[in-house]
């Protein structure tokens, strides 16, 4: 409403009656007064005096319409003055008369805001509506300026489009879907049973998929979302921890099994990953505990023969911490070497035997 009230004032003083004296014989009618001290005659006729108020009393309307309901007070704006100019005989270049025009202008240039106004919200949510991931947020936000636009432009007297952009949340909507479709796809996983092979593979490529949509969708500042995904691997049923497992190489190997005769008080042990056939084995005198215990230690992979290195440095080391005749529990790391020269590096060796 500024444009037209700016101009309210100074309409309202154009038509402020100035009642004359009647001694003056040279004078008929009465009198209002310009901004600029120009003195208007009017007809003082029962007719055109119920112009003027007509005319007043709807500028005083559109002074307090509601910008939605500006267009009706307009217009009978605009029909009280056309009265009022024909029946008092007003002259349209008149100041009283130009300022009422500008009004109207202003009135009409407001109205054809809020409809313009509208029909862009109008548009803006279609687009939103109809947005997809990868353009939902720019959607999301260009709606959001587009109510606030029609809110300058039209008010919003009941609240509802303000309501609607408090409803928004443009910036963390698409991620927050992202987490919250990683969080029930974890959920499922979570649950599947690791006996029921078809159906924990599916659950488990469910939510590797669900966390690439959410590294996508909120990044992956920390780096913690590429880790869990690197940890699901190839979603294959996880193998339960053997009595032997290492890194070789930085890559997990698992001995599903192992062997422990006991040759006097000699146990000869043979660790197998029975997947691919690799063996890992050792001599361990019976009662025998502390560092570097473990004798004749071979570890075959893909048919190649590793021992270990045992002169400069690094160097490889073990040390067993319980040999009770029932279990066989230690540590080992370090390089081994083959026939050819070619060095493994060994970290995180375990060994946790039951004999």
């Known amino acids: 409403m500024k444009k037209i ?11 402020a009656i100035t009642f004359t004296s009647c001694d003056d014989e040279q004078l008929e009618g ?12 009017i007809d003082d006729s029962p007719e055109c005096q119920t112009a003027l108020t007509a005319f007043q009393q709807a500028a005083l309307e559109l002074q ?10 307009c217009a009978a704006l605009s029909t009280a003055l056309d009265n009022f100019v024909f029946t008092c005989g007003v002259d349209t270049t008149d100041a009283s008369v130009v300022a009422a025009l500008a009004l109207l202008n202003g009135c009409a ?15 803006a949510q279609t687009a939103f509506e109809n947005a997809d991931p990868s353009n939902q947020e720019a959607l999301c936000n260009a709606y959001t300026l587009a109510l606030e636009a029609q809110i300058a432009a039209c008010g919003d007297a009941d609240g509802s489009l303000q309501a609607i952009i408090d409803g928004l949340d443009c910036i963390d909507q698409v991620c927050a879907d992202a987490i919250a479709a990683t969080n029930a796809a974890f959920e499922i996983f979570d649950m599947a049973d690791v006996t029921d092979e078809d159906a924990y593979v599916a659950a488990c490529q469910d939510y590797a998929l669900a966390l690439q949509a959410q590294i996508v969708a909120c990044g992956d500042p920390d780096g913690s979302l590429e880790v869990t995904l690197d940890n699901l691997g190839d979603c294959s049923i996880p193998e339960d921890d053997g009595p032997v497992r290492m890194n070789v190489d930085e890559v997990f190997k698992n001995f599903n099994i192992a062997d422990a005769p006991i040759d006097g008080s000699t146990f000869e042990v043979t660790a197998t990953d029975i997947d691919v056939n690799d063996t890992f084995e050792f001599t361990l ?30 160097q490889f080391v073990n040390e067993i911490t319980q040999n009770d005749g029932t279990v066989i529990i ?20 375990i060994i946790d035997i039951e004999i």
């Open 5 to 15: 009230s700016y101009y309210l004032p100074f309409l309202l003083l154009c038509f």
């Open 30 to 41: 009465e009198f209002f007064t310009t901004p600029d001290g120009q003195e208007i005659t």
């Open 330 to 349: 230690g540590t080992f790391s370090g390089p081994m070497m083959n026939a050819d020269g070619d060095v493994i590096t060994i970290t995180g060796g």
């Open 285 to 314: 005198v019976l009662q025998q505990t502390g560092e570097n215990v473990l004798q004749n230690i071979v570890l075959t992979i893909d048919g190649v023969v590793f021992e270990p290195v045992l002169s400069g440095a690094p």
């Open 109 to 123: 240039d407001m109205t054809n805001n809020c409809t313009t106004a509208t029909t862009n919200a109008a548009a």
């Open 64 to 73: 307090n319409a509601d910008p939605a309901n500006s267009a009706a007070a």
